[in-house]
Nanobody, 122 residues
């Protein structure tokens, strides 16, 4: 059973940077499709970035060039480096995993979710 625990949520000024982490247990991050999603109050959950088991990444247009998703397979941790943060990046950020090697940027295809970590940009 895959368990995911996010950390790194913060309140930060626009233009700042922050790195989110997601500790994976119960499986090996290197074998999974994993992703970051976010949801702000009153809005639908949206995909931010995904990374396949082979390291192939995909990003939402709104974060391309600013966010980077990586995996440390030795430590079994998923990361999201966020640079040049904008007010619209404010949201609860969720780590997710799919029991397959290939990702689809649809939340319903992910079966495992963390509890979320809040990022607030002012």
């Amino acid at each position: 059973h895959v368990q995911l625990v996010e950390s790194g949520g913060v309140s930060v000024q626009a233009g700042g940077s922050q790195k989110l982490s997601c500790q994976v247990s119960g499986s090996t991050a290197g074998r999974l499709c994993m992703g970051w999603f976010r949801q702000d109050s009153g809005k639908e959950r949206e995909g931010v970035a995904t990374i396949d088991a082979d390291g192939t990444t995909s990003y939402a247009d709104s974060v391309k060039g600013r966010f980077t998703v990586t995996k440390d397979t030795n430590s079994n941790i998923l990361f999201l480096q966020m640079n040049d943060l904008k007010f619209d990046d404010t949201a609860m950020y969720y780590c997710a995993a799919r029991g397959k090697a290939v990702c689809y940027n649809r939340a319903e295809t992910f079966g495992y979710w963390g509890q979320g970590t809040q990022v607030t940009v002012s």
